[in-house]
């Protein structure tokens, strides 16, 4: 089989981000959506060219799908991921993948029982730009790696999502916006965990409303970095090497530029190389992250090795100890 059916779990904003780009990817098949109710995803499938709309996920998963692809509010993930691995079906979930490592763990399990793919969504580590940039990161371009700046900082208007900042709904601006500038540290130091990690936050219903962050690494190597619903940042993402420097933007969450630079010896930086992947852009970018999974499941993989899950939980024990320290604690974590 040269192509996977592609199902999508959810009718909202993100929903419809990635249902745009499946056509952009030959070998994914727009196959099935379920909504909450069957007008909207019937609508979703005529707006998409989606093939099957449903308004029960257990019938969308009985229909058999190769691939669900989860787009709901954080706290369902987790019933969802395990309902999709009960029928046989691989998952691709956005991020943050589950509320807390004792779920991550328990999801990391099913799926290697089952022998099933598994991948939060974390599309940034898709797309060409960052490919670019841990090519220049692993051939030693900019020399060791030394310190890390990655901002992503919104300001919440009215009318904005308001569960993503309750702890009610498991929400929190270091999982939805600061978990972005974590995996920039992540890619950066090799998949490496911080020694020790200092934090400066704001609290508001029960979760963060921003938090920044300094992670100190072995050999007084760091990271600085901000997850904010209440700041706007430059959102930015820069890797400071002994060498010299790469940045990635103007949006380091799904950048279309990096470019490198080296230090001079009066003191500067000249610019080196630079890659613009704006003409790649024939939709979202979220085709990026549906044609690198489509490939893993294609090859059989049950796991991407631009997102491995030894990736995920240690950055969601990250998240975890951090939580606990601010006092921010869900229903799940009981």
């Known amino acids: 089989m040269n192509s996977k059916k592609w199902a999508i779990l959810g009718t909202g904003y993100i ?4 249902a745009s780009c499946l056509p952009f990817v030959r070998e994914a098949e727009p196959y099935a959506v379920c909504g909450t109710s069957m007008q909207k995803a019937e609508s979703f499938a005529s707006k998409y060219g989606i093939a099957h709309a449903f308004d029960d996920v257990d019938k969308m ?32 979930c956005e991020k943050p993948i589950v509320d807390n490592k004792n779920q991550l ?5 099913a799926a290697r029982e089952k022998n099933l793919f598994l991948m939060e969504g974390m599309w940034t580590r898709c797309f060409p730009a960052v490919n670019k940039i841990r090519g220049w990161i692993q051939s030693g371009a900019i020399g060791k790696v030394t310190s890390v700046r990655a901002d992503f900082g919104l300001k919440a208007v009215e009318g904005w999502q ?22 920039w540290a992540f890619l950066a130091y090799n998949g490496e965990s911080p020694e020790k990690v200092d934090s400066v936050y704001r609290l508001k219903n029960g979760a963060d409303l921003h938090s920044e962050l ?19 940042s430059n959102h930015e993402a820069v890797i400071y090497g002994d060498k010299g420097l790469i940045t990635a933007g103007p949006k380091m969450w799904c950048p279309k530029k ?35 999974v489509t490939q893993c499941v294609l090859e059989g993989k ?33």
């Open 15 to 18: 929903a419809g981000s990635f």
């Open 61 to 92: 998963l009985d229909a058999k799908p190769d691939i669900l692809y989860i787009a709901v509010p954080n706290l369902l993930h987790y019933k969802f991921i395990l309902r999709a691995f009960e029928k046989g079906i691989h998952v691709l």
């Open 105 to 109: 763990e328990k999801i990391i399990a």
């Open 162 to 183: 308001g569960w993503k900042a309750s702890a009610e709904h498991g929400g929190g601006a270091l999982r939805d916006v600061g978990i972005y500038s974590l995996a």
């Open 214 to 232: 300094l992670l100190r690494y072995s050999g007084n190597r760091t990271a600085f970095l901000t997850g904010s619903f209440d700041m706007v």
């Open 258 to 292: 990096a470019v490198l630079y080296l230090y001079s010896k009066d003191h500067e930086f000249e610019r080196i190389e630079s890659d613009s992947f704006t003409d790649d852009y024939p939709g979202t970018g979220m085709q990026y992250e549906i044609a690198h």
């Open 302 to 334: 049950t796991e991407s090795p631009l997102i491995p899950l030894s990736e995920s939980l240690a950055i969601t024990t990250l998240i975890d100890s951090l939580r606990k320290e601010w006092g921010v604690s869900y229903v799940s974590d009981k």
